[in-house]
């Protein structure tokens, strides 16, 4: 459905007042997060499911804040996605038709692979200069969470952006993290060599881009150094969701490798999906590869059983199980799944960050 369309059946669907409230936030993100001159701005989301539309009423927002702007916006909903489908043919025609603009992405589980544009969404967005945020996962929220959501969105970028590139100089110029917990993660990870990236929401370069919320720092190991337990007391993401954990998932690692899983039923959800990950991949081999630690900075995320928002939680951290080759690692999967626990102990070569 393109503008005029998704229009009318948002208000069909008793979702327009929803967006209307949205974009009153959002109105301030796409300045400070984007800074938006006179171009053009693409925006694509999906119909959701009932009870859980999050997708379209946030890219509507996004729309009716672009027009208060005074934008030359376009508003496009599909089907909803999961991994291994396909964008709609229109959305790929508005993509490539596109020349050097934004573009917002409002997914209830992923945006779709983009066909001939290419392998890679941010290969994509980079070739052509665009700018870009994004919010996948929105499936797990349940419409009611809309306001949660635009909390984590609405901060104050400046203030949280210094204390993001503060952290990444740490992660810059340390050799190993070790982190523990009350719950019993302890965790050497090591990082000589490895630069931090810092998801803090400015994304005003010609292409760049990144998530909304934004809200941690994180890092990729230095190959398979990475060794001991962690115990997943928050979230932890598997191919199909998000889990809210109620019994922790305790992890085994050795040499950067996942060897052991235990725990309830989270657990076993967790093993089923790294299981099925393997059974469908070309090198299974990494399929339970830890590829990366993040710290959550965000101080008005919450955890609530949405990867876009828990792994940005202030007082969390998590580690990423699979593929990093897009943000700059070596480990190539079929899989990213990240993994939250809560009140990190963390030391950067023997001395304690302080947030």
Same mark, same amino acid.
């Given at each position: 459905?393109?503008?005029?369309?998704?229009?009318?059946?948002?208000?069909?669907? $008793?979702?327009?007042?929803?967006?209307?409230?949205?974009?009153?936030?959002?109105?301030?993100?796409?300045?400070?997060?984007?800074?938006?001159?006179?171009?053009?701005?693409?925006?694509?989301?999906?119909?959701?499911?009932? #009870?859980?539309?999050?997708?379209?009423?946030?890219? %509507?927002?996004?729309?009716?804040?672009?027009?208060?702007?005074?934008?030359?916006?376009?508003?496009?909903?599909?089907?909803?996605?999961?991994?291994?489908?396909?964008?709609?043919?229109?959305?790929?025609?508005?993509?490539?038709?596109? !020349?050097?603009?934004?573009?917002?992405?409002?997914?209830?589980?992923?945006? #779709?692979?983009?066909?001939?544009?290419?392998?890679?969404? !941010?290969?994509?967005?980079?070739? $052509?200069?665009? !700018?870009?945020?994004?919010?996948?996962?929105?499936?797990?929220?349940?419409?009611? +969470?809309?306001?949660?959501?635009?909390?984590?969105?609405?901060?104050?970028?400046?203030?949280?952006?210094?204390?993001?590139?503060?952290? !990444?100089?740490?992660?810059?110029?340390?050799?190993?993290?070790?982190?523990?917990?009350?719950?019993? %993660? +302890?965790?050497?990870?090591?990082?000589?060599?490895?630069?931090?990236?810092?998801?803090?929401?400015?994304? %005003?370069?010609?292409?760049?881009?990144?998530?909304?919320?934004?809200?941690?720092?994180? *890092?990729?190991? $230095? #190959?398979?150094?990475?060794?001991?337990?962690?115990?997943?007391?928050?979230?932890?993401?598997?191919?199909?969701?998000?889990?809210?954990?109620?019994?922790?998932?305790?992890?085994?690692?050795?040499?950067? $490798?996942?060897?052991?899983?235990?725990?309830?039923?989270?657990?076993?959800?967790?093993?089923?999906?790294?299981?099925?990950?393997?059974?469908?991949?070309?090198?299974?081999?990494?399929?339970?590869?830890?590829?990366?630690?993040?710290?959550?900075?965000?101080?008005?995320?919450?955890?609530? #059983?949405?990867?876009?928002?828990?792994?940005?939680?202030?007082?969390?951290?998590?580690?990423?199980?699979?593929?990093?080759?897009?943000?700059?690692?070596?480990?190539? *999967?079929?899989?990213?799944?990240?993994?939250?626990?809560?009140?990190?102990?963390?030391?950067?070569?023997?001395?304690?960050?302080?947030?």
């Amino acid at each position: 459905m393109e503008t005029v369309e998704t229009l009318q059946w948002m208000r069909d669907a $008793n979702l327009y007042p929803l967006a209307e409230h949205c974009s009153l936030i959002l109105r301030k993100v796409l300045p400070a997060c984007l800074n938006v001159q006179n171009e053009k701005v693409l925006i694509v989301g999906d119909t959701g499911a009932e #009870g859980r539309q999050l997708a379209p009423i946030l890219a %509507t927002g996004y729309y009716l804040a672009a027009k208060g702007l005074k934008l030359d916006a376009k508003l496009i909903l599909q089907g909803v996605k999961a991994k291994g489908d396909e964008a709609e043919a229109d959305v790929q025609q508005q993509l490539a038709e596109l !020349r050097q603009g934004v573009i917002l992405l409002s997914m209830s589980d992923k945006l #779709g692979s983009i066909g001939e544009l290419g392998k890679s969404f !941010r290969k994509f967005i980079k070739k $052509n200069n665009h !700018r870009f945020v994004s919010a996948m996962g929105l499936g797990d929220l349940r419409t009611e +969470d809309t306001q949660y959501f635009l909390s984590a969105i609405d901060v104050s970028y400046k203030p949280m952006q210094a204390q993001h590139e503060s952290l !990444r100089k740490m992660f810059d110029e340390s050799k190993e993290i070790h982190v523990t917990t009350p719950a019993g %993660t +302890d965790l050497h990870y090591s990082i000589e060599g490895i630069s931090g990236i810092s998801a803090d929401g400015n994304y %005003t370069q010609p292409g760049t881009g990144g998530n909304l919320p934004a809200g941690e720092v994180y *890092a990729s190991p $230095n #190959g398979a150094k990475v060794e001991g337990t962690v115990v997943i007391d928050g979230s932890a993401r598997t191919h199909e969701r998000t889990i809210l954990v109620r019994k922790p998932i305790t992890l085994k690692i050795e040499k950067g $490798n996942i060897t052991e899983i235990s725990g309830g039923k989270e657990s076993k959800e967790l093993e089923k999906a790294l299981e099925w990950a393997a059974s469908q991949a070309k090198n299974p081999g990494s399929i339970r590869r830890v590829c990366e630690f993040g710290i959550g900075l965000n101080p008005k995320a919450q955890i609530m #059983g949405a990867m876009i928002i828990d792994d940005k939680t202030l007082g969390t951290a998590h580690i990423g199980i699979g593929s990093n080759y897009w943000f700059g690692g070596s480990i190539y *999967a079929l899989i990213h799944l990240d993994q939250v626990f809560r009140n990190p102990t963390i030391f950067f070569d023997g001395k304690k960050l302080e947030l």
